[in-house]
């Protein structure tokens, strides 16, 4: 009996690869692969393509748009990464790709390595120079806020300019400042207060802006290291304060802003001087102006006296050098000694003493008209001459202070009233302003 021959089996090639795919799907449903990126190719649909590779073997690898969206970093050649997914065959092809669903970089967050991935791209372009930043106006009299309208950093900035200087104009522009939305919103209420100061006169434009919110985690705070915010404050022609509320970490809105506040009140108290504070120094630089203005006119009177001291001794020297001329050239005629000829010459001593004697008066009214003009002049700028012509300056006894009208005067303030000669202390019966009394 002969013995049959086995019946061998034949597989189509769609047969194979369905039983490979069948295998290698239910073997790896969920897996975590590391590696290193490598041929990453971008497609227009969203989708992401590239391999995945170690120093011995590579896996093909795929990323679909409703995962790509999820990511924040930039994927690039190089960048060393863990992936989660599952292994897939793709039939047409024959082949086997690892189908992402989650990715980090290895060692670092995915934030993080977006945020310095941002920065080092923005940095290059120059956005970050200190020379892009504006000084803020020193008393605005418009401030524009970006900001959630029902935050506690809205509550915060308002307090505070209602503190220091409450008759400061708040222009609101609202944004979310927390979501997905909320990149587009701050660009957009950042733009929004740009585009309205265009439409206004130059006194009712916002001056300075505050952008910002309260503290909260790297992910609370994103919004804040978009590149569509941070774009928005860079081409922003008003000077901007970034105000997020963090002490110790910075966004990369804080690195473009003309400005950073560690939080809003900061910021609030950044863009306005306390109403006091100004009080304070005009009445320091009225003080500073007052004993200027008096040292000037010392200083005038003492370069006149000088002068007119220098002026005597040089007619006097005048005179003593022409006395002492004529009494040689009487020397010189009394050694001559013969009668007739002094006769002949005591005429033209007379007229030469005649001359000398014009023209030192003539001299002397010289000097004497130009002093008187510059006397004239120095009277002009001295308050001495004001007081002179019957006016008088009243100041607040003992104070000092100078009484420029009666609305600050009340009923028993003494007074000290300077004359051209002499002052008087007195005080105060009654005070009228505008017409009306005030006790």
């Not at 967050?109 to 120079?129: I, N």
């Not at 660009?187 to 434009?205: C, F, H, K, T, V």
């Not at 102006?289 to 220098?310: C, G, N, P, S, W």
Request: with cysteine; charged share 25%; glycine share 6%.
């Amino acid at each position: 009996m002969i013995a049959e021959k086995p019946t061998k089996q034949i597989y189509t090639v769609s047969e194979v690869t369905q039983d490979i795919k069948l295998i290698l799907e239910s073997s790896f449903p969920q897996i975590w692969v590391e590696g290193e990126v490598s041929n990453f190719r971008p497609n227009t649909s969203g989708h992401f393509y590239f391999s995945l590779k170690d120093e011995a073997a590579v896996l093909s690898a795929a990323i679909f748009s409703w995962a790509s969206k999820e990511i924040k970093f930039k994927l690039e050649d190089g960048l060393k990464v863990v992936c989660f997914g599952r292994i897939n065959v793709y039939p047409p092809h024959g082949k086997y790709q690892l189908i992402i669903e989650r990715i980090e970089p290895k060692g670092l967050g995915g934030l993080q390595l977006a945020l310095e991935q941002l920065k080092k791209k923005l940095e290059k372009e120059g956005l970050f120079l200190a020379g892009h930043k504006r000084p803020l106006p020193y008393l605005p009299s418009r401030i524009g806020i970006v900001t959630s309208p029902t935050g506690a950093a809205i509550k915060d900035i308002l307090k505070v300019l209602d503190r220091r200087f409450s008759d400061v104009h708040i222009i609101i522009s609202p944004a979310q400042v927390q979501g997905e939305s909320a990149k587009d919103e701050i660009a957009s209420a950042i733009g929004d207060l740009n585009r309205l100061n265009e439409s206004l006169p130059a006194r009712e434009r916002v001056e300075v802006m505050i952008v910002g919110r309260g503290g909260g985690s790297m992910e609370d705070l994103w919004a804040f290291n978009e590149e569509v915010v941070v774009r928005a404050i860079y081409n922003s022609k008003i000077p901007v304060i970034s105000a997020v509320g963090h002490e110790r970490d910075w966004t990369i809105a804080d690195l473009v802003a003309d400005l950073r506040a560690p939080t809003p009140s900061a910021a609030a108290e950044m863009v306005i001087p306390e109403k006091e504070e100004l009080k304070d120094k005009l009445k320091e630089l009225n003080s500073a102006l007052y004993k200027t203005l008096l040292d000037m006119v010392i200083m005038a009177q003492e370069e006149a006296d000088d002068f007119i001291h220098r002026l005597n001794m040089g007619v006097a020297n005048i005179v003593r050098l022409n006395v002492q001329h004529l009494e040689e050239i009487g020397r010189k005629f009394s050694l001559l000694s013969p009668v007739f000829i002094i006769e002949q010459n005591k005429e033209r001593l007379k007229d030469l003493g005649r001359q000398i004697q014009v023209r030192l008066e003539h001299l002397l009214k010289l000097k004497e008209a130009h002093f008187s003009g510059l006397a004239a002049k120095l009277s002009t700028l001295s308050p001495l001459n004001i007081l002179g012509r019957g006016y008088s300056i009243t100041f607040k006894f003992p104070e000092g202070a100078i009484v420029s009208e009666a609305g600050i005067l009340k009923r028993g303030d003494s007074l000290k009233t300077k004359f051209h000669r002499g002052e008087v202390i007195s005080q105060v019966m009654e005070v009228k302003r505008d017409g009306r009394n005030k006790v």
